[in-house]
């Protein structure tokens, strides 16, 4: 795969030479030298092009066409939806990831402006802290599809009427699907008949619409619990 990152920053050349390291094709774009040349350090196996990756030269220069994903990873967000757009709609790169520096930001980052995922390092945060906390409230992870999906995590209550229950039985609402059960440490692939025992965390992806149900699907009628949290 190949992989054109902007941004040479700590985020982005962490993020490259992790890549590298798995065995892929990675290019990193910088404008600023000195950052450039600090990565280089870093990451000698990667490859640099030296520009402004929201200029169409430097990205004819980092041959953007074969990418398989654009991640836009700068301190910058306004400069983040601009490279994200122009490798979407310039280059019809197939994935697009952009960083989200300021979480007020975050409602720009959609399919619109090219961002197939918005990663926000402050709300990504908040939903592991979340996580780790809550019982029988719905978390959300991370979002896909612009927004329309996402990946939410919720923890089975003692209380719950559904534990040890089969998933079959739990009519699940449509546009979602339980992908994994987490139990003591080890990843259950869930099957028809799986069932979900009180202190699982259960993984599923669901459509906005559907978070709701979902969680009244599996944690049950009568257990303590909001809407579904927000990262």
Request: glycine share 8%; net charge negative; with cysteine.
């Amino acid at each position: 795969m190949r992989v054109v990152i902007s941004g040479a920053g700590a985020v982005g050349r962490h993020l490259a030479s992790d890549l590298r390291l798995r065995g892929h094709d990675v290019l990193l774009i910088e404008q600023d030298p000195a950052t450039l040349k600090e990565a280089k350090e870093w990451a000698p196996d990667v490859e640099y092009v030296l520009g402004d990756a929201c200029e169409l030269w430097v990205l004819e220069k980092a041959n953007l066409k074969t990418a398989d994903v654009v991640v836009a990873s700068t301190g910058d967000d306004e400069d983040n939806l601009v490279t994200s757009l122009l490798a979407k709609q310039e280059y019809a790169v197939p994935r697009v990831l952009a960083r989200v520096n300021h979480p007020r930001n975050e409602w720009m980052f959609t399919e619109q402006w090219g961002v197939d995922v918005a990663v926000s390092v402050p709300h990504l945060l908040t939903a592991l802290v979340e996580e780790a906390v809550t019982v029988g409230d719905l978390v959300r992870l991370l979002r896909l599809e612009g927004g329309r999906v996402a990946l939410v995590e919720l923890t089975m209550p003692d209380t719950s009427p559904n534990a040890g229950r089969p998933i079959y039985e739990l009519r699940l609402p449509a546009d979602s699907a339980i992908v994994a059960v987490l139990r003591e440490g080890h990843v259950v692939i869930p099957q028809p008949e799986s069932v979900i025992a009180a202190g699982d965390e259960v993984l599923a992806l669901s459509s906005a619409e559907s978070e709701a149900a979902l969680r009244l699907a599996i944690v049950g009628e009568g257990v303590p619990g909001g809407s579904p949290l927000d990262e």
